[in-house]
């Protein structure tokens, strides 16, 4: 049969990141003890007000069609959650709902980008944004950054790097796989190289409740910012701040007439999501998020844990989180790429993480830890890591 082209290109970009996870996670249900610190699967139960809305919702008969804009009740949620941080007025008119964060991912970029665009984005990057890129038919232009930049592109490099064909900014902040959290100052700096060339940003915050300290490093958004909203994408949802990623349950934030162009898109893709779904995501996000404050107690003790524990040994370095749910690990001095240090450490030790390469060439020498696993756990796998880079 006649497949799409697209179906080619988007192959290498998908499954291949994956391997490791999935050969651990077959093994694991071959009855091997593997202690699995791969993907970032929330290890608190869903906001327990959400359970009980959606159960409500059921009961209520909320099983009907939506339509592609979103519930009612659920776009007025989200104008009251993030009214109080923007300079302007918001209306529903002002968000679209789309199952998770990825759908509205998809969404804002098919809404701006055309064949043989160019998409700024920095290395390190969150595992599927260049398989949402190439489904676009455009291509991602990395900027490379480093734990020495504390993993953010710089204006600089931005600037640097725009050409005819540059559309796109996509931001990440709270950032999969650092945890490294964005300043003002450098947002407000990338949007002004937007604003030199008229580029869209894309603003993938899902990780916004978790972080660590706010009071230390506060959430800044694009949105922030009067002059540079009508160019500004926010893509979010319920997954994190909620523990709940299999609502599905997310939106995108951009002005009423951004909106209302992605919407016979987002019509297209799947005219609309689930009624009962929107009327929970609507009652949970009235209330401040209990398990947020949980996990983010959760995962800041347990990065501190790693990193106590592992920077012991003189080969490792640990980056250290500033929000999210990972850490990351360099090995490179111990003469082992990621991708073979994570397969030893599958194969002698039982554990199993996310090669650094999964996310981006930057990452060629480190590990992605989860930090979903509890205490003991973290602290046995790091014991496991500290062996294994004592016997090279
Ligand atoms: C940076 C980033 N963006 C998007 C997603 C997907 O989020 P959602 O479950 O809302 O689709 C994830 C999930 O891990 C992520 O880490």
Known sequence: ????????????????????????????????????????????????????????????????????????????????????????????????????????LYVAMRAVLEPGDEVLVGDPLYATYQAVIAACGAR??????????????????????????????????????????????????????????????VADEVYEALIFDPAQTPFVSPWDWTDLQARSLLVSSISKSHAAPGFRSGWILASAETCARALPLAEAMLFGNQPFLADATAAALAEPSQVADRMRADYARRARLVEGLLERHQGLRVFAPQAGMFILVEVTALGLDGGAFAQRLLDEQGVAVMPGASFGNQLAGWLRLSLTVDDSLIAEACRRVLALARSL
């Open 1 to 104: 049969m006649r497949y799409s082209r697209l179906t080619q290109d988007l192959a290498p970009l998908a499954g291949d990141k994956w391997a490791l996870h999935l050969e651990a996670l077959r093994r694991r249900d071959a009855g091997e003890p593997i202690v699995m610190l791969t993907i970032g699967e929330p290890d608190q139960p869903a906001e327990p007000s959400l359970i009980a809305a959606t159960k409500a919702a059921l009961d209520a008969g909320r099983t009907r069609y939506s339509n592609g804009h979103g519930e009612l009740g659920l776009l007025e949620a989200l104008v009251q959650r993030y009214q109080p941080r923007s300079p302007t007025p918001l209306s529903a008119a002002n968000f679209l709902c789309l199952p998770g964060t990825q759908t509205a």
């Open 140 to 201: 991602p232009v990395f900027l490379p950054t480093s734990a020495e930049t504390g993993f953010m592109p710089t204006a600089d490099a931005a600037e640097q790097a725009v050409t005819q064909r540059t559309k796109a900014l996509l931001l990440n902040s709270p950032h999969n796989p650092s945890g490294a959290v964005m300043s003002a100052s450098l947002i407000r700096a990338l949007g002004d190289v937007a604003q030199r060339h008229d580029l869209w940003i």
